[in-house]
């Protein structure tokens, strides 16, 4: 099956996941220098006295945060070679293609919105007492 988008839906999906990625990067280089002081500290703007554990705790922050948009960039690369293989837009689960609507508001879209809502429930949490 191919993908509903036309090629001027597809090369406007593909401008917006590079500009996404060239500022991920240039968060995630800015994130770096940040986070690796010769010395191991924090950079000055966050050395105000507090505590070590606060400074722990916000360093943890720090790393989680760069952890999460390595993973943010991770995706968008693969959306970006699903449009250079010509699977972009399509389900990897069922196969359909993925509405206009969902990859506009998230273009690195691996699956459609019922497939998505079965995931998600698949990997939800039960509820804690």
Do not use: K, W
């Not at 406007?12 to 500022?23: K, N, P």
């Amino acid at each position: 099956m191919r993908s509903a988008l036309n090629q001027a839906e597809l090369d406007g999906l593909r401008r917006t996941l590079q500009e996404q990625s060239a500022r991920l990067r240039a968060a995630m280089r800015q994130d770096r220098l940040e986070l690796a002081g010769a010395d191991g500290r924090l950079p000055p703007a966050f050395d105000d006295g507090r505590d070590e554990a606060s400074l722990d705790v916000l360093r943890d922050l720090d790393v989680a945060e760069v952890a999460r948009r390595g993973e943010e960039l991770a995706a968008i690369e693969a959306a970006l070679s699903r449009l250079a293989d010509g699977t972009y837009g399509l389900c990897q689960d069922c196969g359909e293609s993925i509405s206009r609507e969902r990859l506009n508001a998230a273009p690195d879209s691996l699956r459609c919105l019922g497939c998505q809502s079965i995931e998600e429930r698949r990997h939800a949490r039960p509820a804690s007492l």
